[in-house]
């Protein structure tokens, strides 16, 4: 995707990273976090944007997380009624910024907006930031659990971004829930990812994605293998964040994303 600017990528990883700062669901940095995504898509031109509020229990609590989501509406005459869905997640573990996990998902997720909200397509996008992944998957998991038969049935594909910027992490692997290919990982080669190594994984590896395969919807997690050696700690920060990395997933997602929006794309009929 041409029109993908790094410059705004690498920027939004440093508001949510340090100008934020650690997105520990639950906390005051979320709240700030939710709102930013708002304004950022807002901005864009997005009017429909929605955020979900949900519970999750945490050390005896009932903890408050939100998922902020914004559509890009398909062009009337040609709509497929079709859906599709891009994720990442915005929280971070609580202890850290997260620049990587998932400040950087989260920021390709909105230059993907800014993109989409002037490009043409067939097929609803929608653009979800998920809260409390890190908590158990919360975020995906309360998002699918409220998405009616239809909307399950209607959505073609789901693109998970999770830990996609740093520059000490290897290549880019399309991760499945069960280990194996579908719809997204086959757009995700075709769009120039250049691993396509699916490896079924445990709990641990888990990510948003996994909420939506098990509604039936083709979905995968993008993102670098091996971890760098920051992952979870107080070192994943801006430091560590690649542009290259960033410009890389993004124009590779952007790519995917648009076959799967378009009409007359052979790999979804
Ligand atoms: N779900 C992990 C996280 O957010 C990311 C991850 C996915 C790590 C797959 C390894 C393998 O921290
Ligand atoms: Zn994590
Ligand atoms: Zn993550
Ligand atoms: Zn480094």
Same mark, same amino acid.
């Not at 940095?29 to 950022?40: A, D, H, K, M, R």
């Not at 659990?145 to 971004?161: G, H, L």
């Not at 999770?162 to 290919?181: C, I, P, Q, R, Y």
């Given at each position: 995707v041409k029109r993908v600017n790094v410059d705004n990528i690498y920027n939004h990883v440093a508001y949510l990273s340090e100008e934020i700062g650690s997105r520990g669901a639950g906390t005051e940095g979320e709240l700030? /976090?939710?709102e930013y995504l708002v304004n950022q898509f807002e901005s864009y031109g997005y009017e429909n944007v929605s955020v979900q509020e949900f519970t999750f229990p945490s050390?005896?609590?009932?903890? /408050?997380?939100y998922n902020v989501e914004a559509t $890009?509406?398909?062009l009337k005459k040609h709509d497929t009624g079709q859906e599709i869905i891009v994720g990442? @997640? @915005?929280?971070?573990?609580?202890?850290g910024q997260g620049a990587n996990d998932d400040a950087?998902? /989260?920021?390709?997720?909105?230059e993907l907006a800014r993109v989409y909200a002037s490009t043409t397509t067939d097929t609803s996008i929608k653009f979800v930031a998920f809260g409390a992944e890190e908590y158990g998957l919360w975020?995906?998991? $309360?998002y699918a659990e409220a998405m009616s038969a239809e909307d399950a049935e209607n959505t073609v594909a789901m693109f998970q971004m999770d830990m996609v910027g740093s520059e000490d992490a290897g290549d880019l692997v399309m991760f499945t829930a069960n280990g194996e290919k579908n719809t997204v990982t086959d757009l995700g080669s075709a769009a120039g990812s250049r691993v396509s190594e699916l490896v079924p994984y445990s709990e641990l590896g888990r990510s948003d994605h996994v909420a939506f395969h098990n509604l039936g919807i083709p979905a995968a997690l993008f993102i670098h293998t091996p971890l760098e050696p920051w992952y979870h700690t107080e070192d994943d920060v801006m430091e560590h964040i690649s542009k290259e990395k960033l410009k890389n997933v993004a124009d590779i997602v952007g790519s995917a994303i648009y076959q799967a929006a378009r009409k007359d794309t052979p790999a979804l009929e």
């Amino acid at each position: 995707v041409k029109r993908v600017n790094v410059d705004n990528i690498y920027n939004h990883v440093a508001y949510l990273s340090e100008e934020i700062g650690s997105r520990g669901a639950g906390t005051e940095g979320e709240l700030e /976090t939710v709102e930013y995504l708002v304004n950022q898509f807002e901005s864009y031109g997005y009017e429909n944007v929605s955020v979900q509020e949900f519970t999750f229990p945490s050390g005896g609590d009932e903890v /408050t997380s939100y998922n902020v989501e914004a559509t $890009k509406e398909p062009l009337k005459k040609h709509d497929t009624g079709q859906e599709i869905i891009v994720g990442s @997640h @915005h929280d971070s573990v609580p202890w850290g910024q997260g620049a990587n996990d998932d400040a950087s998902g /989260t920021a390709a997720l909105l230059e993907l907006a800014r993109v989409y909200a002037s490009t043409t397509t067939d097929t609803s996008i929608k653009f979800v930031a998920f809260g409390a992944e890190e908590y158990g998957l919360w975020g995906s998991r $309360k998002y699918a659990e409220a998405m009616s038969a239809e909307d399950a049935e209607n959505t073609v594909a789901m693109f998970q971004m999770d830990m996609v910027g740093s520059e000490d992490a290897g290549d880019l692997v399309m991760f499945t829930a069960n280990g194996e290919k579908n719809t997204v990982t086959d757009l995700g080669s075709a769009a120039g990812s250049r691993v396509s190594e699916l490896v079924p994984y445990s709990e641990l590896g888990r990510s948003d994605h996994v909420a939506f395969h098990n509604l039936g919807i083709p979905a995968a997690l993008f993102i670098h293998t091996p971890l760098e050696p920051w992952y979870h700690t107080e070192d994943d920060v801006m430091e560590h964040i690649s542009k290259e990395k960033l410009k890389n997933v993004a124009d590779i997602v952007g790519s995917a994303i648009y076959q799967a929006a378009r009409k007359d794309t052979p790999a979804l009929e």
